[in-house]
């Protein structure tokens, strides 16, 4: 199973970006999926999962209200929309997939990594 993460970039503070996550080599609906980022000098850190069906969501109080998580099983993808981004969400961003299903917080339990995309905001 691989990952492929895209839509970063540069954005101000208040923008919005939205964040892609296709899956191949396996199905969407298999997996339980997440989003995770890591600032410079920081650990990754926890941002929001989804479950397999797509019917739960759980997010980092940081991102609650701003972020949202969503997938589309006909692209085999999952998204990351950031609404009202803050220079404190600036990082790289990482998909993660975890065979579970269920909504997983914890970076050890995922299984398949995507290979990050850069977030930037500017004040």
């Known amino acids: 199973v691989q990952l492929q993460a895209c839509g970063g970039g540069l954005v101000q503070a208040g923008g919005s970006l939205r964040l892609s996550c296709v899956v191949s080599?396996?199905?969407?609906?298999?997996?339980?999926m997440g989003w995770f980022r890591q600032a410079p000098g920081k650990e990754r850190e926890f941002v929001a999962t989804?479950?397999?069906?797509?019917?739960?969501?759980y997010y980092h109080d940081s991102v609650k209200g701003r972020f949202t998580i969503s997938r589309d099983m006909t692209k085999n993808s999952v998204f990351l929309q950031m609404n009202n981004l803050q220079t404190e969400d600036t990082a790289v961003y990482y998909c993660?997939?975890?065979?579970?299903?269920?909504?997983?917080?914890?970076?050890?339990?995922?299984?398949?990594w995507g290979q990050g995309t850069l977030v930037t905001v500017s004040s």
């Open positions: 993660a997939a975890n065979s579970h299903g269920s909504l997983v917080i914890t970076d050890e339990y995922y299984h398949y």
């Open positions: 080599g396996g199905t969407l609906s298999s997996y339980g």
């Open positions: 989804i479950n397999f069906t797509g019917g739960s969501t």
